[in-house]
């Protein structure tokens, strides 16, 4: 008989004790093989994500922080009007709501001030996109949000920043993070 010479052993899923009914089970039922397959699968996925997430090269890591950077200074600002020629709030329920973060120092001229949370405000995308970012106005419109001396502050900050991997992936969770959170306050 073959039960008679099989022993019970332990289930690798779910660990509990039955009765194998043919050697080599490793698992104690259909259920449990499923759900081990399905665990096996969920497990090479992160693995696969892991190694992705080890070889993005600085650029695009950059990039990445930029996007979440980004996307919560819209929402920050989603209330306000343009920092730079003042027009209203756009409506939200379009898409990307013409609404831009725009950097008052240039991510190109001043790179280490591309995360600045005082250099970065919402703006509409005819200041952004065609008026060169309409620096004249938007020192005036910043002035009046922060302050002239968080502004000067900013001006007088010329000191180089190299930021590393895992500095950007710290920016890059922080700041989806904290859009997350302003989802959630606002209904
Ligand atoms: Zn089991
Ligand atoms: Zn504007």
Known sequence: MLSSTLKSKRCSFCHSVF?????????????????????????ERAQ???RKEAIKTLPVLK????????????ARDAALPCISCGAPPPDLTKLHAGRDAGHYRSVGSAAHLRYHEDNVH???VHCNQFRSGNAVDYRIGLIARIGAARVEVLESDNQVRKFTADE???IRAAYRAKLKQIQKDSP
């Open 48 to 50: 696969i994500v892991t």
């Open 168 to 170: 950007l992936r710290a």
């Open 122 to 124: 919402g703006q509409c």
């Open 63 to 74: 990039a990445e922080a930029q996007k979440a950077f980004n996307a919560w200074v819209r």
């Open 19 to 43: 009765m194998p009914a043919r050697p080599m089970q490793a698992v104690c039922s259909p259920i449990c093989a499923r759900r081990q397959v399905a665990e096996k699968r969920v497990e």
